[in-house]
């Protein structure tokens, strides 16, 4: 994707300083946090980087969960006194994802089928929410920034995976990768981006490149 020139980890750390730039991980961002400060100070060596955020007891939210192999791969490290959510708007990766969940025998992973510009969760639910690759794909992207702000609670945050544009490339150049990945055709500037998740409240934001 580098010779694009449109990556991107979007990373909201809240007001926690002691979270290093590269712990949201996986090629993801986010904007997190509304406020004070949050329990995770740090960082776990043992999980892979884009899971190293989450601890034992964590209520973790998947905003666009596809067949559900992350969402029950976080669903080891929260452990049995945490919650997985995932949220999908196409009834088939539930289905593909509660069948994986059966195989599996987990039982603190949950699916729910619903749109994530109207996730069917209560406010402040989740202390992390992840979103891979999701973010570009919507046609609303503030009602879905706004919706990560209500979901999440108020020392949490939100890691966004996905493509936004540093610098101008030709828009040739730009149908062509669209046609390679779908989410790269709906990518925006990274002030553009970021603006999104200014507007809800977050008290922090921030791109990491990868």
Not at 4 to 28: D, F, H, L, R, W
Not at 77 to 101: C, F, M, Y
Not at 177 to 186: K, L, M, V
């Amino acid at each position: 994707v580098n010779q694009y020139n449109m990556q991107a980890e979007v990373k909201t750390i809240e007001n926690n300083t002691n979270v290093k730039n590269s712990a949201c991980g996986c090629g993801s961002g986010g904007c997190g946090s509304h406020s004070t400060q949050h329990s995770h100070d740090e960082l776990n060596p043992d999980l892979p980087s884009r899971f190293q955020l989450l601890q034992a007891g964590d209520r973790v939210v998947e905003f666009g969960s596809g067949t559900g192999l992350d969402s029950i791969s976080m669903a080891s490290i929260v452990g049995p006194g945490g919650k997985v959510i995932g949220i999908d708007i196409s009834e088939q990766n539930i289905n593909t994802a509660r069948g994986i969940l059966d195989s599996q025998k987990v039982s603190n992973v949950e699916f729910r089928l619903g749109d994530v510009a109207a996730a069917p969760l209560p406010d402040e639910y989740a202390d992390v929410i992840y979103s891979t690759c999701v973010f570009n794909l919507q046609s609303d992207k503030q009602k879905v920034a706004d919706e990560m702000y209500r979901v999440c609670n108020h020392n949490g945050y939100v890691c966004v995976s996905d493509f936004v544009i540093i610098n101008d490339i030709p828009e040739g150049l730009r149908k062509e990768a669209s046609e390679i990945a779908g989410c790269i055709a709906g990518a925006e500037k990274a002030d553009v981006f970021m603006n999104y998740f200014r507007k809800t409240g977050f008290s922090q934001g921030g791109i990491v490149e990868v």
